[in-house]
Nanobody
């Protein structure tokens, strides 16, 4: 089992910035990638960004150029730097951990954090 603990959510004005963090513990050898997803009220959970231990990164089109995902493998931690935030970025943000497959360039998430609320509003 892998446990994930997120932090860094909150209320920010449009155009502002926030940084989310997610620390993984437990059976770290079971995973080789981490991800951020988000779920807005009344909508399905959607991919925001993924990063493999080897540094392969993928972003949703809606956040490209505004969000940056990074990791610190030594600390088993993934970060999401969010800039130029918009009201439509308002959602619960979930950290995920799982397995990245090079052949498909996809990450299969097996573990989830509890989520952290991000609200963008004036």
């Amino acid at each position: 089992q892998v446990q994930l603990v997120e932090s860094g959510g909150g209320l920010v004005q449009p155009g502002g910035s926030l940084r989310l963090s997610c620390a993984a513990s437990g059976s770290i050898s079971d995973i080789n990638a981490m991800a951020w997803y988000r779920q807005a009220p009344g909508k399905q959970r959607e991919l925001v960004a993924t990063i493999s231990n080897g540094g392969i990164i993928n972003y949703a089109d809606s956040v490209k150029g505004r969000f940056t995902i990074s990791n610190n493998n030594a600390k088993n931690t993934v970060y999401l730097e969010m800039n130029s935030l918009k009201p439509e970025d308002t959602a619960v943000y979930y950290c995920g951990a799982g397995v990245f497959t090079l052949a498909t360039m996809r990450t299969s998430v097996a573990y989830w954090g509890q989520g952290t609320q991000v609200t963008v509003s004036s």
